[in-house]
């Protein structure tokens, strides 16, 4: 009989905004006991909102093998990176910058056990130049979860240059474990995932700024044509718009002049048009 993957007891997710709570819950929901870390104590009361709202839309759809007050009794925030001390893996999920991730990185791993797992949520940053700033590199991968957590059935496994073999087949196991699908891919800038998704998102917004056509129009051709799901430029809206910048701009100067951010994108993450959180990007959210 084939043993069925299991995810670690205790799991900590560094950073408790959309994507972390989204994690999160991801962990919960299988079983595990999750702690998410926060700066503040505000912030840390933001993340308990967020996984307790998901955790309340699982129940609802009837997802749960248990209450949603059980699941949530294994739930727990804190602004102490000790807290992380019991756990078998921590995935950070912090904004996407290098520097702000290595010393987020550096902090949990000074709290974790010589045999607990370390992973980034990054999106486009290079896997090994931040697992050559740890003390234990075989023991860091990339876990790129896609928004919406609880929605997405991908995530995307990057493996660092001196990441366990270990470690590798045990980031897939968990994914399976979450009900989820893993692509594996060694480490590159952007990945496979953002790698494609920025081109193909860079040049909708290119044809936005020449008039080729309305961002409606746009996004209708990849859907109805290429039957994505959403198309490059509402799914820019729900990343953020300045997300999308960062990863663009990072792109742009490991890879070259085709993923040069376009002027529209950079006009609006200057007006504050991100997006969904803000209420408007390449489309109106507020209504």
Same mark, same amino acid.
């Given at each position: ?7 670690? @007891? ?12 989204? %994690?999160?819950?991801?962990?919960? /929901?299988?079983?595990?006991?999750? /702690? ?5 104590? $505000? ?17 609802? +759809? ?6 949603? $007050?059980?699941?949530?009794? +294994?739930?727990?925030?804190? =602004? ?11 995935? $950070?999920?912090? #904004? ?6 290595? =010393?987020?990185?550096?902090? *949990?791993?000074? @709290? ?8 980034? &949520? =990054? ?23 896609? &928004?919406?957590? #609880?929605?997405?059935?991908? /995530? $995307? ?5 001196? !990441? ?8 897939? &196991? ?11 891919? &060694? ?48 799914? !820019? ?16 100067? =490991? ?5 040069? #951010? #376009?002027? %529209?994108?950079?006009?609006? *993450? ?18």
């Amino acid at each position: 009989m084939t043993a069925v993957p299991s995810i670690p @007891h205790v799991v900590g997710v560094l950073g408790g905004g959309r994507m972390g709570a989204g %994690i999160a819950h991801a962990f919960l /929901i299988k079983g595990a006991t999750v /702690i998410v870390v926060e700066r503040d104590h $505000e912030a840390a009361a933001g993340a308990h909102g967020r996984v307790a709202e998901a955790v309340a839309k699982s129940a609802a +759809r009837g997802t749960l093998s248990e209450s949603a $007050e059980e699941a949530m009794s +294994r739930f727990s925030t804190s =602004t102490d990176y000790e807290s992380f001390v019991h756990c078998g893996l921590v995935v $950070e999920a912090v #904004p996407e910058d290098f520097d702000l991730k290595v =010393t987020a990185l550096k902090a *949990v791993e000074d @709290h974790l056990s010589g045999d607990a797992f370390l992973a980034s &949520n =990054t999106s486009s940053l290079s896997v090994t130049g931040l697992a050559n700033e740890l003390r234990r590199p075989a023991n860091f991968v990339g876990l790129h979860f896609f &928004n919406p957590v #609880p929605a997405s059935a991908l /995530i $995307e496994v990057v493996l660092a240059k001196e !990441t366990s073999p270990e470690l590798a087949q045990a980031a897939k &196991n968990w994914t399976e474990a979450l009900g989820k699908t893993a692509v594996v891919v &060694n480490d590159a800038p952007g990945f496979a995932s953002s790698r494609l998704g920025v081109a193909i998102a860079l040049e909708a917004m290119r044809m936005v700024e020449e008039g080729v056509a309305s961002a409606e129009d746009i996004d209708a051709a990849m859907v109805l044509g290429y039957k994505h799901p959403t198309g490059p430029l509402k799914t !820019t809206d729900i990343v953020g718009l300045d997300v999308r910048l960062g990863i663009a701009e990072y792109l742009h100067s =490991t890879l070259g002049d085709r993923f040069a #951010p #376009p002027q %529209i994108l950079r006009d609006k *993450v200057e007006r504050g048009e991100l997006g969904r959180k803000s209420g408007k990007g390449f489309f109106d959210w507020n209504d």
